[in-house]
């Protein structure tokens, strides 16, 4: 069973601020979630995780709601090596079984 | 990837022939992956390890052993190949604790993958 959903693909133009969404409506009190990336041939990459408080870093922003149910990642400025498929995964600290799903095809636009 | 290499990169191999699938890893990480991407199916785990010969089954473990005799080294063996076995495998390293927290076991760090055909 998927414990998260996120959209199969999305386009979005370079430069723009990129918002990727997942909803995670099942999501239990101590579990985190975890956002990761692949670009086409390459091994996934580790973006960001949060448990509650929004979160950012040098790639991305990590916005989850107060109820837990969704978050949003966001590329500030989004470029064209940025296009890939991104994962979030919803999992346990120390869980060591990350679940990656099929992700969301993101395709950055000129 | 730096500090995690797989070996080898490609293989092409025939139908019941063993195959072994490095990893190798200067990190000094304590846990270590094996995963397969198919088309359709997206990263599943196959097996893992979070020491010197401790290791644990995946989603995907049938016909795949694992060893890991030195922290540094965590080997993927199909004793018997077959078809279905066709696939892109990745290695990921993590550590126990990141930045003092117990969420960072999992911020992973990938290889670059190897690609597996048996025919």
């Known amino acids: 069973d998927a414990k998260t959903t996120q959209p199969t693909s999305m386009d979005c133009a370079e430069g723009r601020a990129a918002n990727l969404p997942c909803n995670h409506s099942t999501i239990s009190g101590n579990e985190y979630v975890y956002w990761y990336r692949q670009i086409h041939s390459q091994g996934p990459q580790y973006i960001i995780h949060?448990?509650?408080n929004n979160e950012t870093n040098e790639m991305a922003s990590l916005i989850i709601t107060e109820d837990r149910k969704s978050s949003t990642l966001i590329l500030p400025h989004a470029t064209l090596r940025d296009t890939a498929v991104y994962y979030c995964i919803v999992a346990l600290s120390g869980n060591n079984r990350l679940a990656f799903g099929k992700g969301n095809q993101v395709v950055v636009i000129p | 990837d730096a500090g995690i290499t797989q070996s080898p990169r490609h293989k092409v191999t025939e139908t019941g022939t063993p195959v072994t699938l490095r990893c190798h890893q200067t990190?000094?990480?304590?846990?270590m992956y094996w995963y397969r991407q198919d088309p359709g199916h997206g990263l599943r785990l196959i097996h893992y390890s979070y020491g010197v010969k401790d290791t644990d089954k995946g989603e995907v473990s049938d016909g795949y052993s694992v060893s890991r005799s030195k922290t540094e080294d965590f080997l993927l063996t199909l004793e018997s190949a077959t078809s279905s076995q066709t696939s892109v495998y990745f290695c990921?390293?993590?550590?126990?604790?990141?930045?003092?927290?117990?969420?960072?076991?999992?911020?992973?760090?990938f290889g670059a993958g190897s690609r597996l055909t048996v025919l």
């Open positions: 990921a390293i993590s550590l126990h604790n990141l930045g003092g927290t117990v969420s960072g076991a999992n911020v992973l760090t």
């Open positions: 990190e000094n990480h304590r846990y």
């Open positions: 949060g448990l509650k």
